[in-house]
């Protein structure tokens, strides 16, 4: 089978088109022949060597994965060959205390697909059962792949590490991101009013048709003064995937006792703390990190009722795997790049 393996770290990293041994499955892991894999920025930490972990080469990046099951270990009952399948990326051990309880996203004996293991920019990819999710009905691999990491992303920041009321202004930094974009969407149908921000004027435009009231211009310095003076009393909750200055900026318009939930640090992994502001305003920094096993079924669930739409930005097929990562990391993408390394299969076939 043929799988877009990294051979050396770099932005650009190194990526070679490989053809390697067909993939076979553990007693408790299946197959999945890959249709559709989003990009994340995870995967550009993978590329350049970024992480804090070492990441063996070579590797084959990509977790959000929607595909079909084309082979079964030996003790795998509840899955079939054929059958449509989503797959959290997070592979979990399901054993321990934090699994047993539904809280995947603490599991101590966790991988990440496409960082400890190979992840899904090739033709099929293997995984333990466990981490499998069905496909609703007439849901295509694009949609699932655009919304299975990035929007259970999304989903656990504002329902599980925080709690969204209803009239609460909710502030979703990068509304155009993966993140962003299902974020801005969840947080509306939680009955939030939603701010955002963004960089450029496409991307503004893309927040506001998802269901931000307010987009702010992240280039402008002054933008936490403007969200200050547009809910009179600064954002209740706070939805931040970047870190570094604009999280110190989030403070600057967090409102008293409200919550910011970060789950990323591309732009800084230090970050200056005012403690005296943060106890005077009763604030909470609120770690996120991943999701559970229920937020990625959440997701496909309010996806197939229509609450929840991918917001597709460019899909590439297997061998320009580079492009695709050349693509997000120019910062000009609007929602997801996916690469689909199968043709999709015609719905009237
Ligand atoms: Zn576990």
Redesign the pocket.
């Known amino acids: 089978m043929k799988a877009a393996q990294l051979t050396g770290h770099g932005a650009p990293g190194k990526f070679e088109l490989r053809e390697l041994p067909e993939p076979k499955p553990a007693a408790d892991e299946v197959v999945v022949q890959v249709q559709s894999c989003g990009l994340n920025h995870l995967d550009l930490w993978v590329e350049e060597g970024g992480l804090p972990i070492p990441v063996r080469l070579p590797r084959t990046p990509g977790g959000e994965i929607a595909g079909r099951v084309v082979e079964v270990g030996s003790g795998v009952k509840s899955w079939h060959p054929g059958d449509e399948v989503a797959v959290q990326s997070n592979l979990?051990?399901?054993?321990?205390e934090?699994?047993r309880r539904g809280e995947?996203s603490f599991?101590?004996?966790r991988e990440s697909l496409g960082v400890d293991r190979d992840g899904g920019f090739a033709e099929k990819v293997v995984v333990p059962a466990r981490v499998l999710a069905r496909l609703p009905a007439g849901m295509d691999f694009d949609t699932s792949a655009a919304l299975t990491l990035a929007g259970s992303t999304a989903m656990h920041m504002l329902t599980d590490r925080a709690e969204v009321h209803a009239g609460d202004w909710v502030l979703v930094i990068g509304g155009a991101s993966g993140v962003g974009s299902a974020a801005i969407q969840i947080a509306k149908q939680l009955g939030a009013r939603v701010l955002s921000t963004a960089s450029t004027e496409a991307k503004r435009a893309l927040a506001r048709h998802l269901g931000a009231e307010f987009v702010l211009d992240a280039n402008d310095p002054g933008w936490p003064a403007e969200i200050r003076r547009i809910t009179g009393k600064g954002a209740d909750l706070v939805i931040e995937h970047v870190g570094g200055e604009v999280l110190q900026k989030c403070f600057e318009c967090l409102a008293r006792g409200g919550t910011i939930v970060t789950c990323g640090a591309t732009a800084g992994r230090e970050v200056p703390f005012q403690i005296w502001p943060f106890f005077v305003k009763q604030h909470r920094l609120v770690g996120s990190y991943g999701r559970n096993r229920a937020d990625v079924l959440a997701v496909l669930d309010w996806a197939a009722a229509g609450k929840l739409r991918p917001v597709i930005d460019s899909v590439f097929p297997l061998d320009q795997t580079a492009a695709a990562f050349d693509r997000l990391r120019s910062r000009k993408v609007l929602g997801k790049v996916l690469i689909e390394p199968f043709e999709p299969v015609s719905e009237s076939d």
Not at 92 to 96: H, K, Q, R, V
């Open positions: 979990f051990c399901g054993e321990c934090f699994c995947e599991c101590p004996r």
